[in-house]
């Protein structure tokens, strides 16, 4: 949400709310705009995956704060994402989806293969699959995704991972960007923060606190 809201229980509840930057989704905001304050039914199959999933996320406190947790951060990203799309998937042509899904499939695929390229491209992408450019964007378009959303999106995670692993202090920070096609530090502390409310040294100095000096 991009602005304020109420909720309003005539009954008292249990409630746990999820928060997710929304450049982490890697949708265009006309998509999120549609979905928002949308009740997802039991007609929607996406719906009814996503509904049993973070109900056993929500009741369990050993998924969301155990070892494991992070882990869980990118599916339960891609199954929101997924439940979006499938709800304005509705409205649009049923015909032209079909025949595209692999397509889309293999596009993202090939992307998460070469997500540390920082030649990664719209350009190379469409020749790795011998289709133009425009037909390219036409195809994720339809899968609800924006290209350069869903790189970025996915490169910042990467790096997330980087920094808070067991591996975090090992590197610099610009070492770990540059790995996963950040060739611009400051453009890549600046992506970061604004897509996790925190500077990369900060994610870092959380999960591996630098020793005290004697």
Same mark, same amino acid.
């Given at each position: 949400?991009?602005?304020? &809201?109420?909720? =309003?229980?005539?009954?008292?509840? %249990? &409630?746990?709310?999820?928060? /997710? ?82 397509? =889309? ?25 011998? /289709? ?16 350069? %959303?869903?790189?970025?999106? $996915? ?17 610099? /920070? ?7 096609? @950040?060739? %611009? ?6 992506? @970061? ?5 925190? =500077? ?12 005290? $000096?004697?």
């Amino acid at each position: 949400s991009t602005a304020p &809201y109420s909720l =309003s229980f005539e009954q008292g509840v %249990d &409630y746990l709310s999820l928060r /997710i930057p929304r450049e982490t989704l890697a949708l265009p905001e006309r998509v999120l705009r549609a979905v928002t304050a949308t009740a997802f039914g039991p007609a929607n199959p996406t719906a009814r995956l996503a509904f049993t999933y973070f109900s056993q996320l929500a009741a369990s406190e050993e998924l969301r704060g155990g070892s494991g947790a992070e882990a869980l951060v990118h599916p339960s990203v891609e199954l929101l994402r997924a439940v979006v799309v499938s709800q304005f998937g509705g409205v649009l042509p049923g015909r032209a989806k079909v025949p595209e899904a692999p397509l =889309s499939l293999r596009i993202t695929q090939y992307i998460r293969d070469h997500l540390a390229d920082p030649g990664l491209c719209a350009p190379r992408i469409a020749a790795a699959h011998g /289709i133009s450019v425009r037909h390219l964007y036409t195809v994720l378009a339809r899968s609800g995704i924006s290209l350069g %959303d869903w790189i970025r999106a $996915h490169r910042l995670a990467e790096c997330r991972r980087e920094l808070a692993g067991p591996q975090g202090r090992l590197r610099t /920070i610009a070492s770990i960007g540059r790995t996963w096609g @950040f060739v %611009d530090a400051t453009h890549f502390s600046k992506a @970061f923060k604004h897509a996790y409310g925190i =500077s990369p040294r900060a994610w870092r100095e959380q999960h591996h606190p630098a020793p005290p $000096h004697r």
